[in-house]
């Protein structure tokens, strides 16, 4: 079992930054890689990025990329998505994820086995 905690969410201004982390405990020496996902009313839960937890390669949805950076500390089991450039459209529930079982399938849910409680990011226009 791994646990997922998620933190940072909060509401900004378009343009603005947000940092989000994500603490797990548990079976951590397990983790292939985590991931974050996030989910809007009405709108099925998608990718945003991931990263290896060893080696540390890193996984963009294109709507994304140049604007979030996914980051690590495997020292301190924490994983956290540095959001810049904030737009409307990226307001949603964030998830981590953490994916056990060695899938390389970074964007799809189904790779992740255990999964945190969500943290709102709203961005206002």
């Known amino acids: 079992q791994v646990q997922l905690v998620e933190s940072g969410g909060g509401l900004v201004q378009t343009g603005g930054s947000l940092r989000l982390s994500c603490a797990a405990s548990?079976?951590?020496?397990?983790?292939?890689?985590m991931g974050w996902f996030r989910q809007s009313p009405g709108k099925e839960r998608e990718f945003v990025a991931a990263?290896?937890?060893?080696?540390?390669?890193?996984y963009y949805t294109d709507s994304v990329k140049g604007r979030f950076t996914v980051s690590k500390r495997n020292a301190a089991n924490t994983v956290n998505l540095q959001m810049n450039s904030l737009k409307p459209e990226d307001t949603a529930v964030y998830y981590c994820?953490?994916?056990?079982?060695?899938?390389?399938?970074?964007?799809?849910?189904?790779?992740?086995?255990?999964w945190g409680q969500g943290t709102q990011v709203t961005v206002s226009s």
């Open positions: 990263i290896r937890w060893s080696g540390g390669s890193t």
């Open positions: 994820a953490a994916n056990t079982g060695y899938r390389p399938s970074y964007e799809a849910d189904s790779a992740y086995d255990f």
């Open positions: 548990g079976r951590t020496f397990s983790v292939f890689a």
